[in-house]
């Protein structure tokens, strides 16, 4: 068992017994089902049982180090939340383009932003690279600032009726910028690439294909010490049906 930040980590066997604990006491709180684990809330106290999966259940370190790394990051800081961008962005005017493209993907996206932004430690980047299910590394990000919707504990019985919880409005914000400095950046290429952008979306972006344009994206990325990888005849963006969209892409 381990307890930090607020929530103590079960094994998932145990959720049984501490349904049955709650049951006898008659005790209210809420429950939730996710996708890595399962969330009980007692006496303002969470508590988590990841799945029984080895590779998440081995991976759910993250989401402590994570949020250790947050707390420590914003303990002397004023976090003001940068400017909201699209999560999308198209060129209207190339919406439809036949021409050679090709795209320039920034890799574990988030996860880089957060590491030289110095939102999470060195360790807690490198260690979280090692992750078999990339997916854990940006739930982990994304749990700073996610309302989750839990079933009310009513007397010890699971209820039908549901609340949301909301998260602290300051690692909302942290998370915020994560996401948002990975549309500045997108944005910054559009403006310089011109009329050769075609769209970027969440963190890849689109363009015509020119020796050019590539030199062009990929210096940029390695300037602000982002790392990428070139798509070579990318399949063709297709336009949302809304697209600026602000929720994460995962």
């Known amino acids: 068992m381990s307890k930090q930040n ?13 349904l049955q604990k709650l049951k006898a006491r008659k005790a209210n709180g809420f429950y ?5 684990s399962d969330e009980v809330i007692w ?18 370190w993250v989401f402590r180090s994570v949020m250790n790394d947050v707390r420590q990051y914003i303990s002397d800081k004023r976090i003001r939340e940068k400017s909201k961008l699209p999560v999308n962005r198209w060129n209207d005017k190339l919406s439809n383009f036949r021409g050679k493209i090709t795209a320039t993907d920034i890799d574990h996206a988030y996860w880089r932003i957060a590491f030289i932004s110095g939102i999470i430690t060195d360790k807690t980047y490198k260690k979280g690279l090692l992750l078999k299910d990339k997916s854990l590394r940006l739930a982990a990000l994304a749990n700073l600032s996610s309302a989750k919707e839990y079933q009310v504990i009513k007397d010890g019985i699971i209820t039908d009726k549901t609340v949301v919880l909301k998260h602290d409005p300051i690692l909302q ?7 948002y400095t ?3 950046h997108m944005s910054i290429l559009a403006d310089l690439l011109g009329e050769d952008f075609i769209c970027y979306k969440t963190d890849c972006i ?13 210096t940029y990325f390695e300037t602000v010490d982002l790392e990428w990888k070139q798509l070579i005849e990318p399949e063709r963006p297709k336009k949302e049906k809304q697209s600026g969209t602000n929720q994460p892409a995962f």
């Open 173 to 179: 914000k942290v998370y915020n910028n994560i996401r």
């Open 182 to 184: 990975c549309y500045e």
């Open 6 to 18: 607020g929530f103590t980590v079960f094994r998932h066997q145990q959720k049984k017994a501490l």
């Open 206 to 218: 689109y363009y015509r294909d020119t020796p050019k344009n590539r030199e062009l994206v990929q």
């Open 32 to 36: 939730r089902e996710g996708s890595f």
């Open 43 to 60: 006496q303002d106290r969470k508590f988590l049982f990841p799945s029984p999966k080895k590779k998440i259940s081995a991976g759910m």
